[in-house]
């Protein structure tokens, strides 16, 4: 009689404790700061971030009080916890959440222009650095190759060392790393999974299809038979051109012997 | 967890500043959720949280480097945090402010039915469970949310509570024995005859 009534009771024991671990709600969003705040730690020991939604999805983002210190993209991490983690191993910093994001941010997200958006880089190597900086300037919803990085940067065009910085962007979305191709064209996603390039491309409306087209027909450059200038293919004045002026170039040289001369805004070569 | 938890205490023994904004950042929940159902108010829970901190922090500063590496923090805070909603009950008891019983006298003006949050946090299921939990004795109650809402094991509790494992086990099968009661009365009954 007592052996079956133990039986009998024991799912109910388990919908009790589970019922009770189903009770640990979360903090809300801002209790870790606002007890840090409290405590009356100073705010320059440790970094906040808070989660944004964007075109291509929801991003982590770090920021101390007078920079952005890191970003991850939501298909980088599995949740909150380790993108905490990570922001940790690599800056030695912790970073709390709260709610308000780092001024001047959801505008940059907005916009897709965050080059103003100050950024900190600490811990790269000054070569890294550099590369970044040159990512930076690549205006939203275009495309530039790896020799024009070097040529921005003054660098050597080994694609090497170059590649292996931009695999090192702290702050992916916010250095706009997807904008970088190979010399071919294709998308050249050091830092994160393709897929996680392919979305931030389309959200900022490049047309990879167009692109693949003119790689076909051999239009490494576009130029225009009316002005006689020739940009790279993403350029805002190259989308421009109406498909009876196109003319398409392989290489720089080619254009400059046929006539025309670089776009002063997205600088194919110096000008 | 292990590795985390050593880096923690290292961490808060080379340099407190950086160790306590860690220790904020992994065990704030935990301690939150304590407080806030023991307490059933999100408010009070805020207050207390952060009341739990202060005082961690000010004595972190006062041992030794040493001390701090030996720490285990999750049992440690947690025996503050105990400690800090005592005297809170304690000292509600001893003065009562205008929000509990003077207002009851007169017009109530606080609204004391659960707030955006404690409703998100308790739907409808869990309303039961929740007002079942403030019913238990305040022992009880502390040993049950300790033990089955943060998940702690009982030696941890143990040295939380500071009382041997056996106390701390029976506080918890007492408390659960009592809310199973409080929840389905006519299973205690059962119980009763067929013992």
């Known amino acids: 009689m007592n052996y079956r009534n133990d039986e009998e009771e024991r799912p109910a024991e388990g919908q009790l404790e589970h019922a009770l671990a189903d009770l640990a709600a979360p903090a809300p969003a801002d209790f870790a700061l606002r007890v840090l705040q409290r405590v009356g730690i100073p705010r320059e020991r440790y970094d906040t971030y808070s ?31 380790e993108f905490e983690r990570l922001h940790h191993a690599r800056t030695g910093r912790t970073a709390i959440r709260a709610s308000a994001p780092f001024p001047g941010l959801r505008p940059a997200l907005r916009t897709g222009r965050a080059k103003r958006l100050p950024i900190d880089l600490g811990g790269l190597t000054d070569l890294e650095c550099a590369v970044l900086h040159a990512v930076r300037s690549i205006p939203s919803g275009q495309l530039r190759p790896i020799t ?63 692109l693949e087209e003119l790689t076909l027909r051999g239009a490494v450059f576009l130029g225009s038979d009316t002005t006689r200038i020739y940009c790279h293919p993403t350029c805002a004045h190259a989308r421009r051109i109406t498909r009876p002026h196109q003319v398409p170039f392989r290489t720089a040289g080619a254009a400059r012997q046929a006539g025309y001369r670089a776009c002063k805004s997205c600088r194919p070569a110096t000008v | 967890m292990d590795d985390m938890a050593e880096q923690l205490t290292e961490r808060l023994a080379s340099d407190l500043d950086d160790g306590f904004t860690e220790l904020v950042r992994v065990h704030a929940s935990a301690v939150r959720a304590f407080l806030f159902r023991v307490s059933g108010s999100a408010a009070e829970a805020d207050d207390l949280g952060q009341d739990t901190f202060l005082r961690a922090y000010s004595a972190l500063q006062t041992y030794s480097p040493e001390r701090r590496r030996k720490l285990k923090p999750r049992a440690w805070l947690m025996t503050i945090a105990a400690n800090v909603w005592r005297n809170h009950v304690r000292t509600s008891v001893r003065h009562p402010v205008s929000a509990t019983r003077a207002e009851d006298a007169c017009d109530t003006w606080v609204d004391e039915s659960p707030g955006p949050e404690e409703r998100a946090a308790t739907s409808a299921d869990r309303t039961v469970l929740v007002n079942a939990l403030t019913e238990l004795p305040e022992k009880h109650r502390v040993a049950v949310v300790m033990r089955h809402v943060i998940g702690m094991s009982y030696s941890d509790m143990a040295e939380a509570q500071g009382c041997p494992v056996g106390t701390v086990k029976a506080q918890v099968s007492r408390g659960i024995g009592t809310l199973r009661e409080i929840l389905t009365p006519e299973a205690a009954v059962l119980g009763e005859v067929t013992r």
């Not at chain 1, 944004?52 to 999805?57: E, I, Q, V």
């Not at chain 1, 071919?184 to 897929?195: L, S």
């Open chain 1, 51 to 81: 989660h944004l939604d964007s075109a291509a999805g929801g991003l982590y983002v770090a920021y101390s009080p007078d920079a952005v210190t890191g970003s991850a993209v939501d298909t980088m991490v599995t949740d909150a916890d």
């Open chain 1, 148 to 210: 024009w990085l070097a040529r921005e940067a003054s660098l050597p065009s080994a694609a090497g060392p170059i590649v292996k910085a931009l695999a090192k962007n702290p702050v992916p979305m916010l250095i706009p790393c997807h904008r970088v191709t190979y010399e071919g064209g294709a998308p050249c996603d050091a830092a994160y999974a393709e897929r996680v390039g392919d979305a931030l491309r389309s959200a900022e409306g490049i047309d990879m299809h167009r």
